[in-house]
């Protein structure tokens, strides 16, 4: 079984930053692919940013430029450096984690901004 931990979330206002942390634990032989996504009340779950264990990074052109992923492969923790915060950037945080064939998710973790 795999455990997903995250903090780091909050309330903040616009032009504000945030760090959110992820740290996967278990049966994680085999873990690659760590990203994260983020979900606004009434609409879909949508991919924030991406990181793979060489460090090659994928962004969502809306965070692009402000938010910057990182993970540590010695804690299997993958952290989201969120700067200039916009009130639209108000959502849950998901971290999601492949282990293997498998997709994990993490609780969630609420990021607000006030404008």
């Known amino acids: 079984q795999v455990q997903l931990v995250e903090s780091g979330g909050g309330l903040v206002q616009a032009g504000g930053s945030l760090r959110l942390s992820c740290a996967a634990s278990?049966?994680?032989?085999?873990?690659?692919?760590m990203g994260w996504y983020r979900q606004a009340p009434g609409k879909q779950r949508e991919l924030v940013a991406t990181?793979?264990?060489?460090?090659?990074?994928d962004y969502a052109h809306s965070v692009k430029d402000r938010f910057t992923i990182s993970r540590d492969n010695a804690k299997n923790t993958v952290y989201l450096q969120m700067n200039s915060l916009k009130p639209e950037d108000t959502a849950v945080y998901y971290c999601?984690?492949?282990?293997?064939?498998?997709?994990?998710w993490g609780q969630g973790t609420q990021v607000t901004v006030s404008s």
């Open positions: 278990g049966s994680i032989f085999g873990i690659s692919l």
């Open positions: 990181i793979t264990p060489g460090g090659s990074t």
């Open positions: 999601r984690t492949r282990v293997r064939l498998y997709d994990y």
